[in-house]
């Protein structure tokens, strides 16, 4: 009878990151439902250190796949290692962060333990002893309830969604063998290249300040990075700016860039495409500055103001230099 | 080199999604049905790597009878032959089963799928695919080079960019970037009418249909409270009001 609601814990380079934190509180509450425990399994080198920083929120044991063969994430291994430990123990339920390490261990996970799963969940419910996940479909203008019917019922967590809630718990770590033959691991990470120092990752940042296509061109995101720099925020950009050549499609935030829910996302110059929305619509705190009145997004904004933001960005970095 | 490129037929991005009145699903009417934007990169880097290399590319697609349009248009961009799966609607496992039970028959030395796709936004059946095939997979994929019986994949991640290598055969989800598909041809669309598509119920495929991942009800978005636009012609006042706002009303800064 499977038993238990699990999770996936997230570590890159020897240390958790937050989406750890915010499954292991959605665990947390949904076996304190269910009368049921929460056991996080973390696959990594060097790693055991870490169980007491999941215990805090309501981990009550970590089962730890340490060795050196998981110093980089790859597909292969962390999925064989995962799938072996939820194999032999039968849990209900099991969750991982939608990050892009998340997305692609739980998709693989889905294949190895033959299961279903809701993706990119922004709510999950307990209904008659199952699991009701709440999802966004066809790009966030639909939601769906998903149930599944198998065991574990799997779930992807849209990062910054779920609180972190500190619950201290056990967190008594049970050290496993991964058992994976060495010729069984086919996919090897031959470098890292990492981005710019000190570019804030848009799928992590608190505060975004994002430019679209009133921007006018590149060098007008300078007014955006003053303001970003200030408030510690990233600077995305929407796909007509992308399109246009100002911004790399890594900055892009919508439907085919990423999908980002920070607390606070100021659009300027973005008129609010539907596509657009998708990508931020989670965000606690919209600001719209455009000023086209009609524009789509001020629909969508807590906050708005139909100017120029050539001419309000610059007096808004002022006026926040002096708020801080 | 024997090339396999999966492809869905999705609702246009600009299509406006009604869901019915019993939360069952959306209203199909007057929708338009086009390749998932995803796979289109999938298409064209399976095409490429057959200029390059020589081979054919087969497009395999899960779906509907309308789907076979979608099919044609991978094979007006250059796709030599394609497999039909019929089928109304099948959860992510159902239909990487059903795509492996027909791409086991093709035994190819590479299949690209796109990342996700955008009516569900599930983003596993690749993955799911890679699995029951038993070869590997990398994932969300911006740049590709094959050679001697190898790819090396880029692949973004927060903050960063990875090269992995893995042997082929393997699976490849393709993302935005990995390159710019082309549009079929006049020509392309008239030889693609002639060029073979073998059709196959995905219940003879011996795939199941029973779902393992159960959409129960479907509903409009949440709501969001309605916001307010700070009047006034001075942008400066009314910068000085959003500052005010930001930080005592919502707290965010």
């Known amino acids: 009878m499977a038993k238990g609601v699990w999770i996936v814990a997230e570590q890159r380079g020897g240390a958790l990151r937050k989406v750890s934190f915010e499954i292991a509180s959605a665990a947390r509450k949904l076996a304190d439902e269910l009368g049921e425990e929460v056991s996080a399994v973390l696959v990594g080198s060097g790693v055991e250190g870490l169980a007491p920083e999941l215990a805090k929120y309501g981990v009550d044991k970590v089962y730890v796949a340490d060795d050196a063969i998981f110093a980089d994430y790859t597909t292969d291994a962390y999925s064989a290692a995962v799938a072996k430990i939820v194999k032999e123990n039968d849990p209900s339920i099991l969750l991982l962060g939608a990050s892009v390490q998340g997305k692609d261990l739980s998709a693989a996970l889905v294949g190895k333990l033959a299961t279903g799963m809701a993706s990119d969940c922004t709510d999950l419910k307990i209904d008659g002893g199952k699991m009701v996940a709440v999802r966004p479909m066809y790009a966030g203008k639909t939601f769906a309830e998903v149930v599944v019917d198998s065991f574990p019922q799997m779930a992807s967590l849209r990062p910054n969604v779920f609180a972190m809630v500190e619950n201290a718990k056990a967190g008594e770590v049970v050290k496993f063998d991964a058992g994976i033959p060495a010729d069984a691991l086919k996919t090897k990470v031959l470098e890292t290249q990492e981005d710019a120092s000190g570019k804030i990752e848009l799928t992590e940042a608190n505060i975004i300040i994002s430019g679209g296509r009133g921007m006018k061109g590149p060098d007008e995101y300078k007014i955006l990075e003053d303001l970003a720099d200030l408030l510690g925020a990233a600077v995305g950009a929407s796909r007509a700016a992308v399109d246009a050549g100002w911004k790399p499609q890594t900055d892009q935030v919508g439907q085919t860039g990423k999908v980002v829910s920070p607390n606070l996302y100021v659009a300027c110059g973005i008129s609010g495409a539907i596509q657009h929305l998708a990508g931020m619509s989670s965000s606690k705190y919209i600001v719209a500055i455009n000023k086209d009145e009609e524009a789509p997004i001020f629909a969508k904004a807590d906050y708005g103001i139909v100017d120029d933001l050539f001419k309000v960005v610059p007096e808004l970095t002022a006026e926040v230099k002096k708020i801080l | 080199m024997n090339i396999v490129a999966c492809v869905k037929q999705v609702p246009d991005t600009e299509a406006l999604i009604k869901v019915k009145a019993d939360g069952s699903g959306i209203e199909e009417g007057g929708i338009k049905w086009v390749m998932n934007p995803y796979d289109e990169y999938g298409v064209e880097e399976a095409l490429k790597l057959k200029e390059a290399n020589g081979g054919e590319v087969t497009i395999v697609s899960l779906g509907p009878a309308r789907a076979m349009e979608t099919i044609r248009t991978a094979l007006a961009m250059g796709a030599e032959k394609g497999v039909h799966i019929t089928i109304d609607e099948a959860d992510a496992y159902n239909t990487a089963a059903a795509l492996a039970a027909a791409i086991k028959e093709i035994n190819p030395d590479i299949i690209f799928c796109g990342q996700r796709a955008i009516d569900d936004d599930s983003a596993q059946v690749g993955s799911i695919l890679a699995e029951l095939l038993e070869i590997p997979q990398v994932t969300i994929v911006t740049g590709l080079e094959v050679a001697d019986g190898k790819v090396k994949a880029i692949k973004p991640i927060e903050g960063a960019q990875l090269v ?90």
């Not at chain 2, 073998?198 to 129960?216: F, H, M, N, R, Y």
């Not at chain 2, 006034?232 to 959003?242: F, N, Y």
């Open chain 2, 164 to 253: 992995i290598e893995s042997p082929m055969p393997c699976v490849i989800t393709a993302q935005k970037g990995l390159n710019e598909p082309r549009y079929a041809s006049l020509p392309g669309i008239m030889k693609a009418k002639k060029k073979p598509v073998d059709v196959k119920d995905a219940a003879a495929l011996g795939v199941s249909i029973e779902p393992k991942a159960k959409v129960i009800k479907m509903t409009p978005p949440p709501e969001r409270a309605p916001g307010k636009i700070i009047g006034g012609d001075d942008p400066a006042v009314k910068a000085a009001e959003l500052a005010k706002l930001l930080r005592e009303e919502a707290k965010v800064i």
